[in-house]
């Protein structure tokens, strides 16, 4: 995606496709070319118009089919057009997300492959940016330094994921790994995980970059909180699982998922010292075309979150889940939670103590890194932001400050009483 066609040149092409032709000869890279050169906020008026028309006369899905992709990406593109502009529209979450596997195994695994197919991406719109012909966006290009800092801090995030998914004897080496993490080279891993994509994932990746603005930076940004959000599905998905474990008498299991869980979040923590290598005179520049959009309203966040222990009244009441109103139906509607569940079971006498250790080490290890997010998260925000409000409404800094006491496993005695 190199040179990008003006407003008009689009809307002709569109106009002689949609009279000769299907959803599937929708011509994307061209429109995402002139979009990502342009900007999302700065699209013309009359290609929208259009845009909406095609989507208007697209056939509606019948049954339990959702959106075509066609539907859903123009959905993405027309969201400010729509004034539906949002936290999930901006992060085109419902280009990228696939059914989530029953089994927590095969779960992990559609998290691995996504994590790496968005960090692959990202390394290779980085190390374009050296070339003559840089993708879009391309405004405040980065130094060759800044794009070799970066591909080690993804493949930092990727490596783990990478041994579990990858074939053996490809690019990431586990002895290399298990003595000096980090060092694997970027750009060969990141080629080896391209290649394994195909047409629809390859659609998914392209599709899903939709940045409000023209500056390099935004693509790190978007791709960050997409790798974040499909962790926070996995991470969701397997601890449904372990209140099913719990509630099923298998409180092994269920500690086995609670660990696995706090490992996941663990590896994927460098993510925050990647996007810290966004500068932050280009986000305090695109961040004026995101107001409205905040990871506040990030659903997975709050469905992990709410899947430990049931939130105090004080946060549920809050913009913590009032700007999530699907995950604040489900907990108001009694969502069982590990917490809750486990201490059903000892109430019962149910729980043997070995059980009831092996459950207490896997909270405490998701504890303490959930707090080790937080923590880097708020100073991540002092960072790039310092005084200035959320772009979800909060005084933002204060509000980060806080959620730092809030904890996912609160001490019984504290449990409904907590600060949020
Ligand atoms: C430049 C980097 C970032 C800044 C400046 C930032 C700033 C903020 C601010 C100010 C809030 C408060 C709500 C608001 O008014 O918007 C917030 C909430 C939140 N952010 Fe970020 N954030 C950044 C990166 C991220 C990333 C990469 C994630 C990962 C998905 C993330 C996840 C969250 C979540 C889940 C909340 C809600 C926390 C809660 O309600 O307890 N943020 N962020």
Known sequence: ????????????ELRARTVNGGAEEFPYTLLLGHLRSVGKHFLDAGLLRLLDEIRGSLPQPEGRDGPSFLHRFLDVVLDKHDDRYDYPSYTALSLLTRPVPA??????????????LLLADLIRFEERSATDTPDAPHGMPPSPELVAKRARLAVRVMEPAALRTLPPGGAVDPVAVAAVPGRTPGGPLAAEILRTAGPEEDLALVGSVQPVYVLHDE?????????????????????????????????????DLVGTV???????????????????????????????????????????????????????????????????????NGQATVQDTWHGL???????????????????????????????????????IGERSGTGYTEGVPYLAAVLDNRLFPARDRHGALVG
């Open 103 to 116: 089994d927590w195994r095969e779960a992990l695994r559609s998290r691995d492959e996504t994590v790496l």
């Open 262 to 332: 706090a490992d996941v979040l663990k590896e994927s923590l460098p993510l925050f010292s990647l996007l810290a290598t966004m500068r932050p005179e280009a986000f305090q520049t695109f961040r004026t075309f995101t107001e409205g959009a905040s990871a506040i309203q990030s659903a997975g966040y709050k469905t992990f979150e709410s899947l430990c222990s049931t939130p105090s009244h004080g946060r549920l009441a809050s913009p913590a889940y009032t700007s999530v109103p699907q995950v604040h139906a489900w907990v108001t």
């Open 219 to 255: 693509y790190l940004f978007l791709r960050t909180l997409q790798s974040f959000e499909t962790t926070f599905t996995f991470m969701s998905s397997a601890l449904a699982t372990a209140v099913r474990r719990l509630d099923g008498d298998r409180p092994g299991e269920a500690a």
């Open 1 to 12: 995606m190199t040179s990008a066609t003006s407003a008009a040149g689009i809307v002709e």
């Open 346 to 384: 000892i109430a019962a006498h149910r729980l043997d103590p070995a059980d009831d250790a092996a459950l207490r080490a896997a909270a405490d290890r998701l504890e303490s890194v959930h707090q080790r997010w937080k923590q880097t998260h708020y100073r991540l925000a002092v960072r790039m």
